[in-house]
C-alpha cells in the first residue's frame, strides 16, 4: 500500500486481566516505522516493550487502537491468519539464545528446521541454511551444537533461524541482554548488516545505550505510551564535536498534540496535577501552576528571563500574605 508506512500503531492499548486486577500494559501508543528502517527500543522494565513486541509478532491481541503491518490490519485477521502472519511475515530473536534454539542440534539443522516444517525440500534447505549462516558469520560452526557455542554465536544462529522463512519484519527483544558489550556490539552490527542487504525492517528492544549508533531512531517507552525519540544528527564537517553530541532525544507528540514530559523534570519544578504553558520566543514554556494559597513565591523562580513580571509576583505574594496573614513574614 503506497503512501502507508511498513508498521502504524495508533492508541494502541493492552490490559492483563491478572484474577481481578487490570494492568494497563500500553495505554495509548502510537509509532511509526517506515519499511527498511531499523529502529531501537528502549525503556525501563514493565514499561511495555515486550508486550508491543508481542503485538507486533501477531502474538497477542491489542485490547484496544489499530495495528497495521505491512499492510496487515492485525486486528482484523482471523486467528488462522494471524497464525499464518507469524509464520510467514515475522522473525523473532529472543534474549536467550536457548529459547531460539534446539539444544541437541547443530547450527545447521537449527537454521534448517522452520525451512523442513514450511515444506521446502532438503537441498534447497541445506543450500539456504548454509547462505543465512554464512551472513550470520558462523560458515564455521555450522556442525556445533548450542553447548559448543558462545553466548554471542547463539545468538548469531538465532539470527539465522529467525531469517530462514525470509520475514519483512525481524523483532528482537534483548537479544543482546546476556553478552557482554563487545559481543552486543558486533550482533548489533550484523542486524544492521542484514538491515542494509535485505531491506529487513528491525525493531530492536536493548538496554544498552550504545545501539543509538547502529540503528536509524532510538524510541523510548514509558508507561506503556511512546515517549520520546533519539536520532543521529547530521556531523558537521570538520567539526571536533565528540560522539555524544551527535544525538539529540526528542519528545515525542501523540496524533493529538499530547506529550509525556520526563518525571525528573516534573519533580525538579514541582509540577504536579495542571501546568501552566506559556508562549515564549523560543517556544512553549511550561511551568507549575500557582496553587491555591501562597505558593506565589514558587512562581517567581521559574519565570525566567521576566524581571518585571517577578517583582509583579513578589509584591503580589508580599501583599497577599499581609492580607490573609496579618504579620506573616514575606
Ligand atoms: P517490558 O518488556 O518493557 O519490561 P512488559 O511488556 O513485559 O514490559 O510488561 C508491561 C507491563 O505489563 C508490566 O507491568 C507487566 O507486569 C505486565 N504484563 C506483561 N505481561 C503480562 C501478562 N502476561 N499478564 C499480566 N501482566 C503482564
Ligand atoms: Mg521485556
Not at 52 to 81: C, E, F, Q, T, Y
Not at 102 to 127: C, F, H, I, W
Request: net charge neutral; aromatic share 6%.
Amino acid at each position: 500500500m503506497a503512501g502507508v508506512p511498513f508498521i502504524l500503531c495508533e492508541n494502541l492499548v493492552k490490559i492483563y486481566k491478572v484474577a481481578n486486577l487490570e494492568v494497563v500494559a500500553l495505554q495509548g501508543l502510537d509509532l511509526t516505522v517506515n519499511r527498511g528502517e531499523m529502529v531501537g527500543l528502549v525503556g525501563t522494565s514493565g514499561s511495555g516493550k515486550t508486550t508491543l513486541m508481542n503485538i507486533l509478532g501477531g502474538m497477542d491481541r491489542p485490547s484496544a487502537g489499530r495495528v497495521w503491518v505491512d499492510g496487515d490490519d492485525l486486528l482484523k485477521l482471523s486467528d488462522h491468519l494471524l497464525d499464518r502472519y507469524r509464520q510467514t511475515k515475522v522473525g523473532f530473536v529472543w534474549q536467550q539464545g536457548s529459547r531460539n534454539l534446539v539444544s541437541y542440534l547443530d547450527a545447521l539443522a537449527n537454521v534448517s528446521v522452520p525451512m523442513r516444517l514450511d515444506g521446502l525440500d532438503q537441498k534447497e534447505t541445506r543450500r539456504r541454511s548454509v547462505e543465512l549462516l554464512e551472513a550470520v558469520g558462523l560458515s564455521d560452526r555450522q556442525n556445533h551444537t548450542l553447548g559448543q557455542l558462545s553466548g554471542g554465536e547463539q545468538q548469531r544462529v538465532a539470527i539465522a533461524v529467525a531469517l530462514a522463512n525470509q520475514p519483512a519484519l525481524l523483532l528482537a527483544d534483548e537479544p543482546t541482554g546476556e553478552v557482554d558489550t563487545a559481543t552486543a556490539q558486533s550482533i548489533f552490527r550484523i542486524f544492521r548488516d542484514l538491515n542494509l542487504r535485505l531491506e529487513l525492517t528491525i525493531i530492536i528492544v536493548s538496554h544498552d545505550p550504545g545501539i543509538a549508533r547502529y540503528v536509524d531512531r532510538v524510541i523510548a517507552i514509558r508507561d506503556g505510551k511512546t515517549a520520546s525519540e533519539t536520532i543521529r544528527q547530521e556531523p558537521v564537517v570538520g567539526s571536533d564535536i565528540d560522539e555524544e553530541e551527535k544525538y539529540e532525544e526528542l519528545t515525542v507528540l501523540d496524533s493529538v498534540g499530547r506529550l509525556q514530559v520526563p518525571k525528573e523534570y516534573l519533580e525538579r519544578y514541582n509540577i504536579q496535577g495542571r501546568a501552566r504553558l506559556d508562549l515564549v520566543e523560543e517556544g512553549i514554556l511550561i511551568r507549575p501552576a500557582p496553587r491555591e494559597t501562597s505558593t506565589t513565591q514558587k512562581v517567581d523562580e521559574f519565570v525566567v528571563g521576566r524581571p518585571q513580571k517577578k517583582v509583579f509576583f513578589s509584591r503580589w505574594s508580599q501583599r497577599i500574605q499581609r492580607i490573609f496573614r496579618p504579620g506573616g513574614k514575606a
